[in-house]
């Protein structure tokens, strides 16, 4: 009979992303785990409500996040790290935009877009999980 999993570690740092592939060092943290789900704009607001580290890469995507959600998206081009604990919404388009292009509010709603909450779960867990055979 397998022992129920759970996460017990606190929260951590949330993140705002421009992309689907959430940043963590693995030369740090060999094996991760990170869970990802679609939420929706308004959930997205919310749970960016008590603060978030912007790492949106581009002035023009930071704008339009911004527009999007209805809250100020600083631009920012640092790197950043997830480490075990922290979340991230990430913003992500359905298609690429064509190279060069900036585009409106309105173009990117018609190319359609998600927003994903990701969290990386703590490496005590990760440990459970490997010795279940599971990750």
């Not at 992303?17 to 094996?31: A, C, I």
């Not at 939420?39 to 890469?57: I, M």
């Not at 990430?90 to 173009?107: Q, T, Y």
């Amino acid at each position: 009979m397998e022992k129920e999993v759970k996460e017990v570690v606190g929260m951590g740092r949330m993140y705002l992303l421009s992309t689907g592939y959430v940043p963590v060092d693995l030369e740090k943290w060999r094996r991760i785990v990170v869970v990802q789900r679609i939420v929706s704009v308004q959930e997205a607001r919310q749970l960016l409500a008590n603060g978030f580290v912007s790492a949106v890469g581009h002035q023009s995507t930071a704008e339009i996040m911004s527009q999007v959600l209805g809250i100020p998206v600083p631009y920012c081009r640092a790197q950043v790290y997830l480490e075990p604990g922290d979340q991230a919404i990430c913003f992500i388009l359905k298609a690429r935009p064509p190279e060069g292009r900036v585009l409106s509010k309105e173009e990117l709603e018609s190319i359609g877009y998600y927003f994903i909450y990701a969290k990386v779960l703590s490496s005590e867990l990760v440990h459970e999980l490997a010795a279940q055979g599971i990750c």
